[in-house]
């Protein structure tokens, strides 16, 4: 969501400087400065995979993480939080075709629930997913775009699954999950570069043109992609 549906703005840093501080971890520090480095790194991972990589034990990490979702959650509803340009039409657009579509994110249900609400998209779309909804395991594994498969039953198989996605953990999800357009958007976190080494199969200047390159793929290859579009978040 955040990067390719969700203008992040610089959300995900201001959350971890909050969750940093919980750990004891202050601002301008090396130790801050190291930490920040590796968050920027690892955008589109679930924040808790990231925290416990940070802070190595479980209650750290979960101290970590609901310091984080409480800082993010408190970002969203005082106002910072908006769609990216196109990205509902795009969502609109897509269903219209008769095409399911699903968002997912790294972040917590609370948190991801928070962000719906403020942008009015409850009733957008067909399944939001988050990490712990397919048994806790986030991106790069490709349990969550599996997971809105088997929910909605919306294809006969992997290869009518398109994903997009603004990092290289997005396209690494879509690849391992046999899905057979896997787009990267550059709205986010990562460049052409990098998502490209992830394994993307198309990239496109934003998720507004995710309809069209949809369009053109199943032309060009006669195939159809009926299943969801999953979304990424950081």
Known sequence: MAGTTVADD???????????????????SPEHADQLG?????MGESKISV??????????????????????GALVDAGHCAPLPGAREAIEELTAQGRTVAL???????TQDAIIAALGWRDLVALTLCPSDV????????????????????ADGVQQIAVAGDTAYDMRSGRRSGASL????????HDARRLRAAGATHVLDSVAALPALITAYE?????????????AAP
């Open 10 to 28: 610089g959300l995900v840093e201001q959350a971890f400087s909050a969750a940093a501080r919980e750990l004891g971890v202050e601002p301008d």
């Open 38 to 42: 590796y968050v920027r790194a690892t």
């Open 51 to 72: 925290f416990r990589h940070l802070y190595g034990t479980e209650d750290r990490a979960q101290r970590a993480n609901e310091a984080f979702e409480a800082a993010y």
């Open 104 to 110: 997912s994110t790294g972040f917590a249900r609370a």
């Open 135 to 154: 048994g806790g395991r986030g991106r790069p594994y490709p349990d969550m775009v599996l997971g809105a498969l088997l929910r909605t039953h919306a």
């Open 182 to 189: 896997v787009a990267g958007v550059l709205t986010g976190a």
């Open 219 to 231: 032309a060009d290859s006669g195939a159809g992609t009926d299943a969801g579009t999953a979304g």
